[in-house]
T-cell receptor, first 113, second 112 residues
Framework: ETGVTQSPTHLIKTRGQQVTLRCSSQ?????VSWYQQALGQGPQFIFQ???????GRGNFPPRFSGLQFPNYSSELNVNALELDDSALYLC????????????FGPGTRLTVT | GENVEQHPSTLSVQEGDSAVIKCTYS??????FPWYKQELGKGPQLIID?????GEKKDQRIAVTLNKTAKHFSLHITETQPEDSAVYFC???????????FGAGTRLTVKP
């Protein structure tokens, strides 16, 4: 069984640019949640996708947006990058009916310079 | 919204000793409390969880306890091994909620 995978592993962008991060959910999982983890802190909830629609959002501005595809994979898009967006971005997937039980991927390390 | 506090922020134990990490939460509606282990360069790994209808759960060397009245929950690791060294996070959420709140993490070091 394949776990949650994310790409790319690392990414360096310049302030003001846009970035797209990708996530493939674990087999059989239909819900994807995205988190931002700043250095030395716990993950912070960005949003969740279920049935290709946003299903809840944390305290993040609209320049953070996402998509979920029919195969349950997902993208996180961040526009107008700021230095504070530098973080580890984590994707987690969940089984149908158990979206609270989340399994994380390895993350994408984004550095904004 | 939910607020989760975690203590201590760092913990160093000798191999074979026990380690205890404690968390408190603020929202009485929270009913699911997972614990994650995060090793360097990896994503958080779900190691054990507990639901609000249970007071204690054990899985080999790992146990979790929950006190709903006090809004406390704890992770207990017995017979610690060097490979237990990692950052541990507690979290809290409600089955019907999307927003899982994490503690700030505890860096556990097990000295051989």
């Amino acid at each position: 069984e394949t776990g949650v995978t994310q790409s790319p592993t690392h990414l360096i962008k310049t302030r003001g640019q846009q970035v797209t991060l990708r996530c493939s959910s674990q087999s059989g999982h239909n819900t994807v949640s995205w988190y931002q983890q700043a250095l030395g802190q716990g993950p912070q909830f960005i949003f969740q996708y279920y049935r290709e629609e946003e299903n809840g959002r944390g305290n993040f501005p609209p320049r953070f947006s996402g998509l979920q595809f029919p195969n349950y994979s997902s993208e996180l898009n961040v526009n107008a990058l700021e230095l504070d967006d530098s973080a580890l971005y984590l994707c987690a997937s969940s089984l149908p009916g158990r979206r609270y039980e989340q399994y994380f991927g390895p993350g994408t390390r984004l550095t904004v310079t | 919204g939910e607020n989760v506090e975690q203590h201590p922020s760092t913990l160093s134990v000798q191999e074979g000793d026990s380690a205890v990490i404690k968390c408190t939460y603020s929202d009485s509606a929270s009913n699911y409390f997972p614990w994650y282990k995060q090793e360097l360069g990896k994503g958080p790994q779900l190691i054990i969880d507990i639901r609000s209808n249970v007071g204690e759960k054990k899985d080999q060397r790992i146990a979790v306890t929950l006190n709903k009245t006090a809004k406390h929950f704890s992770l207990h690791i017995t017979e610690t091994q060097p490979e237990d060294s990692a950052v541990y996070f507690c979290a809290a959420t409600n089955y019907n909620n999307n927003d899982m709140r994490f503690g700030a993490g505890t860096r556990l070091t097990v000295k051989p």
